[in-house]
């Protein structure tokens, strides 16, 4: 296990929570670790939006998802956790993407439950596996965790998205006995839902993506048994906001100033350190 693995390891079993942004580069990672947060998220909607220009429907390839992951992997000195989706295909695919993540530098990933291939799940598209073939998938993708170096899996389940909660805890229940690492139960809005995943579903890290839909106060979520909280969206959505605003001043004859200067890029990418590099 790599030593951003096992750091990763002690955040699941520490009794702290953790904010996670999710990046789609190598420039947002830098920026996410500047910031300090621990924990770095490739997210399946902002990589396929951001670096391939294509909607979050499994249009990417695991190939495509692998050169990303190596490169943001490489920029950075937190844990990278990436969205693996479905695993790519069937039971081999799943045990092969796992295994090439895990080369590519990434410390977890986090696998579904719906059918392949996938449809985003802020549609209402979803269509699930049937929890025996959705059972093969987890159980695959955990036997091929222990062949890498590793690498922790995060079974996630949209059944809360497609069906009720009910189905979302009896799945979740079960991927955690099958040996999942964690548990991403997607799709919680209000906090009935969440009070109820955090009383029926115990004694195992628990991921919550936070959106715009959300009904609940942050701060109870941040003191509830949700360890992980994931922002998928946010980073992403701001980028296309700023940049539709710089381009509008552009077109109206606007010289656009920022914050950030070229100098403050070139420092965050060190430069100086690679102009001393090229001096000795």
Known sequence: MNKKTQTLKKYFNDKKSYKIPTCHDPLSIKLIEKKGFKIGFIGGFALS???????????????????????????????????????FGDLKNVFKTVKDLSNAGASALILEDQVFPKICALTDKVKLLDMKNASKRIKTAIKASKKTKGILIIARTDALTTNSVKEAVIRANLYKKLGADAIFITGINNTKQADLISKEVKN?????????????????????SFKFILYSQQV?????????????????????????????????????????????
Request: glycine share 2%; aromatic share 6%.
């Open 204 to 224: 195992i890290p628990l991921f919550i993506n936070i959106t715009e839909k959300i009904k609940f106060n942050m701060n109870k979520i941040k003191k509830s």
């Open 236 to 280: 992403l959505n701001s980028y296309v906001d700023s940049t539709n605003q710089t381009l509008d001043l552009i077109k109206k004859n606007k010289n656009p100033k920022f914050k950030n200067k070229a100098s403050d890029t070139l420092n965050l990418l060190e430069l100086k350190r690679y102009l001393k590099i090229k001096q000795n």
């Open 49 to 87: 939006s951001a670096s391939f220009g294509y909607p979050d429907a499994s249009i990417i390839s695991r190939k495509e998802l692998v050169k990303s992951t190596k490169l943001i992997c490489n920029q950075s000195k937190i844990p990278i956790i990436v969205d693996a989706d479905t695993g």
